[in-house]
């Protein structure tokens, strides 16, 4: 979203900062590390205790989801945890077919199965594609171990911002690569400074279609959260300050918004930050459906973390592959083949290092359960 240039007056000024410490305390308590107390020790775990399950519920929430509508719900089972998807929060001008919302759902389940290891608990994952489409989570008692993705957890954020332009090492692109490959998914890393300008022009031509599309735009604007009171009320959606810029009240964000938010405006934006990131991942699934999209979900999480538990910031430039005939063109790019779903182009991500932004907040354990 583009910078608000305005000056509030005093009064406004001073309940601003009293709302940005609501704020703060509100992601501190979301964001907060899992109790060590449910960590240890592992010969006395109870599989099916409640309190633990709910702190596996609290992470699996802390995992990305397109405009962060955080459209899963959870059941928690006599021997594990069921997710679901929560159609209320699909967003259909950006995700017609659903393609997001099941991505957002592995994101949720690596998460979870990466805190049930930690607390000795061996996930083992179930995925009913055809009829209820809920993903079963069996956990059963194993050696604990708290991977370096499973620390990262608390501190992995979506960085809407510019990076510091500097290459990684090939170390380091190694593990991004692994991390972000999985059972028919694959991930293509592009680090050459061509292939990155190519790669903006079908971000910049998915971007300005959907500019003109207002449909999309209206949706847009319905997750954008202007203060942080109403991004604390609702505990979802865009904070218009984890993408740089101000919290302001929802009567002066909106006409701003629509005064502000502009096709070169955004196009600029994204130019800069490509031009200032370390590479481009491309997420690729086999074939096109709601199993591999749950794949690439997870395959993307275990990315994110990875490059957080190596300090690497990383953010989704999904516009190329959000507007059909865009995503074709940079399928063809790509040499790529999606005809009759033998494969899809699902995410893109840059990534790099830069500076932590504002985190998003989370809906509460108890508005996810059911």
């Not at 692109?173 to 972000?180: D, H, Q």
Request: hydrophobic share 45%.
């Amino acid at each position: 979203m583009a910078a608000l240039p305005l000056t509030l007056p005093l009064a406004q000024t001073v309940n601003a900062a009293e709302a940005d410490e609501g704020y703060e305390a509100a992601v501190a308590n979301i964001w907060r590390p899992m109790n060590t107390t449910i960590t240890e020790p592992v010969s006395e775990r109870i599989a099916d205790q409640l309190l633990l399950k709910r702190e596996l519920v609290r992470y699996a929430t802390l995992a990305a989801s397109s405009h962060n509508t955080q459209c899963w719900k959870f059941k928690i089972a006599a021997n594990g945890i069921v997710i679901l998807p929560d159609l209320s929060r699909r967003c259909p001008a950006v995700d017609p077919d659903n393609h997001h919302l099941f991505v957002s759902l592995g994101a949720a389940t690596e998460n979870l199965q990466q805190a049930a290891l930690a607390n000795g608990l061996q996930a083992e994952v179930n995925f009913d594609a055809d009829a209820t489409q809920a993903i079963e989570i069996a956990l059963m008692p194993t050696k604990a171990m708290a991977s370096p993705l499973f620390k990262a957890i608390p501190d992995r954020q979506c960085t809407r911002a510019e990076y510091d332009g500097k290459p990684l090492s090939r170390e380091e692109l190694n593990l991004l690569e692994l991390a972000g490959t999985g059972d028919g998914v694959h991930i293509l890393l592009h680090t050459e400074r061509q292939a990155m300008e190519n790669i903006l022009g079908y971000v910049v031509a998915g971007n300005s279609a959907q500019m003109h599309d207002a449909a999309f735009m209206a949706e847009l604007k319905s997750w954008i959260r202007f203060s942080s009171s109403d991004a604390i009320r609702t505990g979802d959606g865009l904070y218009s300050t984890t993408s740089g810029n101000l919290s302001v009240p929802k009567w002066l964000g909106s006409p701003l918004f629509n005064l502000l938010f502009n096709e070169k405006t955004e196009n600029d934006k994204y130019a800069k930050q490509i031009r200032s990131s370390a590479g481009v991942a491309i997420f690729v699934s086999d074939a096109n459906d709601k199993a591999h999209w749950l794949e690439v979900g997870r395959c993307y999480e275990r990315f994110a973390l990875q490059a957080t538990a190596l300090g690497i910031r990383s953010a989704f430039l999904n516009q190329a592959v959000e507007v059909t005939q865009v995503r074709q063109q940079f399928a063809n790019h790509l040499n790529i083949d999606e005809s009759a779903g033998a494969g899809r182009i699902d995410l893109v991500v840059r990534f790099g290092r830069g500076k932590l932004m504002p985190k998003s907040l989370r809906r509460p354990v108890e508005a996810v359960l059911v």
